[in-house]
């Protein structure tokens, strides 16, 4: 491969997949200087408490969760996510944009039924 297509590759996984974890990370860059952001991939088998905080980003943070088993419009688990003091729940494939500045948090996916697929995207270098 040449040296400036390296530049451009997506992470590989980070450690080998086993049907007994929870979670499985598919990609993660913290700090991809190319790209200027973060992005975060990772596969739910199981339920799982993504995030149990509250916080707010000073850039846009887009949240997407997609059913792998290709269900028509049904997520196949329960999405819970507190944005702006409000609490989201859905059980749908669904496509988040949380604005610049505003809490959210307390992420989790309950009632597993098939795999979920979730992908975050932001602008900053700062998430963790």
Known sequence: ??????????HPIERPVDDSEAKVDLIRSKDNPIMGCF???????HDYVICDTM????????F???NTAHDNHNLGATLS???????FVT????MIQVPAFVPHGNITITDVKSPVFSFV?????EHT
């Open 64 to 66: 997407c969760f997609s």
């Open 121 to 125: 995207t932001g602008e900053g270098r």
């Open 39 to 45: 992005y975060e991939s990772c596969y739910y088998r």
């Open 1 to 10: 491969m040449r040296a400036d297509m390296q530049k451009y590759l997506i």
């Open 91 to 94: 059980d749908k494939n669904c």
């Open 81 to 87: 996510m507190d944005i702006g003091g409000q609490k």
């Open 55 to 62: 916080y707010a980003l000073p850039y846009v943070e887009f």
